[in-house]
T-cell receptor, first 111, second 117 residues
């Protein structure tokens, strides 16, 4: 399974755009990139998933360069409620059960 | 449409007792995953089950831990003879199954926080 590497923590201020990058140098051809968000004392929640180029939904955007060895989760105009841990996962349906969440990136949004 | 349900939300056990954690997946979901999360750490995969089948238990400790997902009823994660190191949050997730090649979105429950005294 492709290993992912993310920054341990990031700080931001309300209203700013936040970009969290995940490295996955050994990503396989069939692997998708998925991001989850976890608030304290809650289970993770799916944010976005992509395979290549750019994906956007009502919550975030996901940028994936051509070589797919990294990906960037972009959160526009963050608010205090976006303070959470963000996990990057790499895998496909064949290894879904082994999706490893790693330690994630703790994002702290300050007023 | 109820989400993934886990009970109990909090469980206290003394060393040597058994802990049984229950997970009811979302309606229509046939895939269940169990994860363990220690304080200040990420989630660690334990086991992946479909109805009446264990698909992948590579993350399960070899002893004292077992899981099942019967044809009827919730999925159960059982920990026998608990030790203090078992204290953690245990999360269950469910998915409807594979979406072609894509990683199928997992819907998580609120977790069970196990404390071993």
């Amino acid at each position: 399974l492709a290993k992912t590497t993310q920054p341990i923590s990031m700080d931001s201020y309300e209203g700013q755009e936040v970009n969290i990058t995940c490295s996955h140098n050994n990503i396989a051809t069939n692997d998708y990139i998925t991001w989850y968000q976890q608030f304290p004392s809650q289970g993770p929640r799916f944010i976005i998933q992509g395979y290549k180029t750019k994906v956007t939904n009502e919550v975030a955007s996901l940028f994936i360069p051509a070589d797919r060895k990294s990906s960037t989760l972009s959160l526009p105009r963050v608010s205090l409620s976006d303070t959470a841990v963000y996990y990057c996962l790499v895998g496909d349906s064949s290894n879904a059960g082994k999706s490893t969440f790693g330690d994630g990136t703790t994002l702290t949004v300050k007023p | 449409n109820a989400g993934v349900m886990q009970n109990p939300r909090h469980l206290v056990r003394r060393r040597g007792q058994e802990a049984r954690l229950r997970c009811s997946p979302m309606k229509g979901h046939s895939h269940v995953y169990w994860y363990r999360q220690l304080p200040e750490e990420g989630l660690k995969f334990m086991v992946y089950l479909q109805k009446e089948n264990i698909i992948d238990e590579s993350g399960m400790p070899k002893e004292r831990f077992s899981a099942e997902f019967p044809k009827e009823g919730p999925s159960i994660l059982r920990i026998q003879q608990v030790v203090r190191g078992d204290s953690a949050a245990y999360f269950c997730a469910s998915s409807p199954g594979t979406s072609g090649r894509m990683h199928s979105e997992q819907f998580f429950g609120p977790g069970t926080r196990l404390t071993v005294l």
